[in-house]
C-alpha cells in the first residue's frame, strides 16, 4: 500500500493480498467445522487503516479454485470514488471479475474519513470470510479529547452472522428455505426491531472471526482497555443478513457517528442495534 508524502499517516497497514479457499476442516470462528475463504489466511482479513485522502493501492492475487464462485472482485464499501468509478470492486457493473490465478490491483483516494469496510462482490463470497475493517482517520477529528481519547485498531470490532454450510450451499444449492418446494412466497421471519428477514434460519456469529457455538470451547474474542481513558470503538456490522443488538455490561455508550457522518449530538445511550452494512462508531467509559 503507498501512502502520500504526508507525517499525519495513520500508520502502515497490511493490504489485502492473495484470496484462497480455506481448508475443509477449518475449526476456528465458532469451533464448528467448515468450509472457508480468507484473504492472507486471516478471518476477518487484514484491517486496513490510512488517513483522510491518502492514495491507496492494493493488489490482489485470486488464488481460489476448485469450489463454487472462482472470480473475485473487492468492493470498498463507502468509498465516493471520485474519478475512479472503475475502483468500485463491483463485479460485471465497475469492472470484470478476477478470474482464478489472475491478479488485479486496485488504486482510489480514501475518502471520505470514517469507518468502513471492504468485502467480495461476487456472489456471496464475504458471508465465508472475504471482508475486512477499513478505517480512514480525520486529522482534523472534532470529537477527540472530548468524547473520547483512545482511538485505535485493537478497538474494531466486527460482527457478522456464521452459517456452518458454505454461502454455496446455504444459498444457491438449497434454496428451499427461500422458495418452498411448490414455489410459495418466501417464507420470513422477524428480527429485533420488527423488521423482515428471510426464512433462513439464525445458526451463529462472530466478533472479529472469534465465536462460540453450544458444544464448542472456543475463547471469545477479548478488548483491553484502559479504565481511565475513554474508547473509540469503530463497531461494522459483516452480516449476510442478521441484525444484532450491542451492548457493554455495566458500561455507558455514546454514538459519536454512524456511517461515516459525526452525530450532531452524541447522546447516552443501552445499545445499538445494526444491520448488514451499517457502521457505528460509539465511546465507551
Same mark, same amino acid.
Given at each position: 500500500?503507498?501512502?502520500?508524502?504526508?507525517?499525519?499517516?495513520?500508520?502502515?497497514?497490511?493490504?489485502?493480498?492473495?484470496?484462497?479457499?480455506?481448508?475443509?476442516?477449518?475449526?476456528?470462528?465458532?469451533?464448528?467445522?467448515?468450509?472457508?475463504?480468507?484473504? /492472507?489466511? %486471516?478471518?476477518?482479513?487484514?484491517?486496513?487503516?490510512? $488517513?483522510?485522502?491518502?492514495?491507496?493501492?492494493?493488489?490482489?492475487?485470486?488464488?481460489?479454485? $476448485?469450489? $463454487? +464462485?472462482?472470480?473475485?472482485?473487492?468492493?470498498?464499501?463507502?468509498?465516493?470514488?471520485? /474519478?475512479?468509478?472503475?475502483?468500485?470492486?463491483?463485479?460485471?457493473?465497475?469492472?470484470?471479475?478476477?478470474?482464478? @490465478?489472475?491478479? +488485479?490491483?486496485?488504486?482510489?483516494?480514501?475518502?471520505?474519513?470514517?469507518?468502513? !469496510? !471492504?468485502?467480495? #462482490?461476487?456472489?456471496?463470497?464475504?458471508?465465508?470470510?472475504?471482508?475486512?475493517?477499513?478505517?480512514? +482517520?480525520?486529522? #482534523?477529528?472534532?470529537?477527540? @479529547?472530548? +468524547?473520547?481519547?483512545?482511538?485505535?485498531?485493537?478497538?474494531?470490532?466486527?460482527?457478522?452472522? !456464521?452459517? #456452518?454450510?458454505?454461502?454455496?450451499?446455504?444459498?444457491?444449492? /438449497?434454496?428451499? #428455505?427461500?422458495? @418452498?418446494?411448490?414455489?410459495?412466497?418466501?417464507?420470513?421471519?422477524?428480527?429485533?426491531? $420488527?423488521?423482515? %428477514?428471510? @426464512?433462513?434460519?439464525?445458526?451463529?456469529?462472530?466478533? /472479529?472471526?472469534?465465536?462460540?457455538?453450544?458444544?464448542?470451547?472456543?475463547?471469545?474474542?477479548?478488548?483491553?482497555?484502559?479504565?481511565?481513558?475513554?474508547?473509540?470503538?469503530? %463497531?461494522?456490522?459483516?452480516?449476510?443478513?442478521?441484525?444484532?443488538?450491542?451492548?457493554?455490561?455495566?458500561?455507558?455508550?455514546?454514538?459519536?457517528?454512524?456511517?461515516?457522518?459525526?452525530?450532531?449530538?452524541?447522546?447516552?445511550?443501552?445499545?445499538?442495534?445494526?444491520?448488514?452494512?451499517?457502521?457505528?462508531?460509539?465511546?465507551?467509559?
Amino acid at each position: 500500500m503507498r501512502y502520500n508524502d504526508n507525517p499525519d499517516n495513520a500508520g502502515h497497514c497490511e493490504p489485502p493480498t492473495h484470496i484462497e479457499r480455506g481448508d475443509k476442516n477449518f475449526t476456528g470462528a465458532d469451533g464448528v467445522k467448515r468450509l472457508i475463504t480468507t484473504v /492472507n489466511g %486471516l478471518l476477518p482479513g487484514p484491517t486496513i487503516c490510512v $488517513g483522510w485522502k491518502d492514495t491507496v493501492i492494493v493488489n490482489v492475487k485470486n488464488n481460489m479454485g $476448485g469450489y $463454487g +464462485f472462482k472470480s473475485v472482485t473487492l468492493h470498498w464499501h463507502g468509498m465516493f470514488q471520485h /474519478n475512479t468509478p472503475w475502483m468500485d470492486g463491483v463485479g460485471f457493473v465497475s469492472q470484470c471479475p478476477i478470474e482464478g @490465478g489472475q491478479s +488485479f490491483q486496485y488504486e482510489f483516494e480514501a475518502n471520505p474519513a470514517g469507518a468502513f !469496510w !471492504w468485502h467480495s #462482490h461476487m456472489g456471496l463470497q464475504y458471508g465465508d470470510g472475504v471482508f475486512g475493517a477499513f478505517i480512514i +482517520f480525520d486529522r #482534523h477529528e472534532i470529537y477527540k @479529547g472530548t +468524547f473520547y481519547s483512545d482511538d485505535i485498531p485493537e478497538h474494531i470490532m466486527i460482527v457478522n452472522d !456464521w452459517d #456452518h454450510h458454505t454461502t454455496d450451499y446455504t444459498y444457491e444449492e /438449497n434454496p428451499g #428455505h427461500f422458495i @418452498g418446494n411448490e414455489g410459495q412466497v418466501m417464507r420470513r421471519r422477524e428480527s429485533i426491531d $420488527g423488521s423482515f %428477514l428471510s @426464512g433462513e434460519p439464525y445458526v451463529s456469529s462472530l466478533i /472479529n472471526g472469534y465465536g462460540s457455538f453450544p458444544g464448542t470451547h472456543m475463547e471469545p474474542y477479548v478488548f483491553y482497555v484502559n479504565p481511565n481513558k475513554k474508547v473509540r470503538f469503530r %463497531l461494522i456490522a459483516a452480516t449476510s443478513e442478521e441484525p444484532f443488538l450491542v451492548t457493554i455490561d455495566d458500561h455507558v455508550m455514546s454514538l459519536i457517528a454512524m456511517d461515516a457522518f459525526d452525530i450532531d449530538t452524541p447522546s447516552p445511550m443501552q445499545g445499538v442495534i445494526i444491520f448488514p452494512a451499517e457502521r457505528f462508531d460509539f465511546d465507551s467509559r
